[in-house]
Nanobody
Framework: QVQLVESGGGLVQAGGSLRLSCAAS?????????MGWFRQAPGKERDFVAA???????YYTDSVKGRFTISRNNAKNTVYLQMNSLKPEDTAVYYC?????????????????WGQGTQVTVSS
């Protein structure tokens, strides 16, 4: 089992930055784990944001390319999402996800473990 805890959300003005963290515990990175970030805006489905493989390969949804950066520190069992140039449409609950594997994964159903989510609100 893997437990994921997100932190770093909050209220920020448009154009500002936030850094989300996701700390993993339990049976964590002793094996190969892929990590991802998803988000869910009010009244909408949960959507893919970014993913990172065990070795650090990354993939982003088009709307965040050039603004968001996903990274990981395997020694600290932590994945990060640096969010710059934030827009009101980035407002959502952001979820961290994990699964075993050496690639990166972009579909919600491909992940086994989920955090509780952290709220990001971007004001205009």
């Amino acid at each position: 089992q893997v437990q994921l805890v997100e932190s770093g959300g909050g209220l920020v003005q448009a154009g500002g930055s936030l850094r989300l963290s996701c700390a993993a515990s339990g049976r964590t990175f002793s094996t190969y784990y892929a990590m991802g970030w998803f988000r869910q805006a009010p009244g909408k489905e949960r959507d893919f944001v970014a993913a990172i493989s065990w070795s650090g390969n990354t993939y982003y949804t088009d709307s965040v390319k050039g603004r968001f950066t996903i990274s990981r520190n395997n020694a600290k069992n932590t994945v990060y999402l640096q969010m710059n140039s934030l827009k009101p449409e980035d407002t959502a609950v952001y979820y961290c996800a994990a699964r075993s594997g050496t690639s990166y994964y972009i579909k919600e159903r491909e992940y086994n473990y989920w955090g509780q989510g952290t709220q990001v609100t971007v004001s205009s």
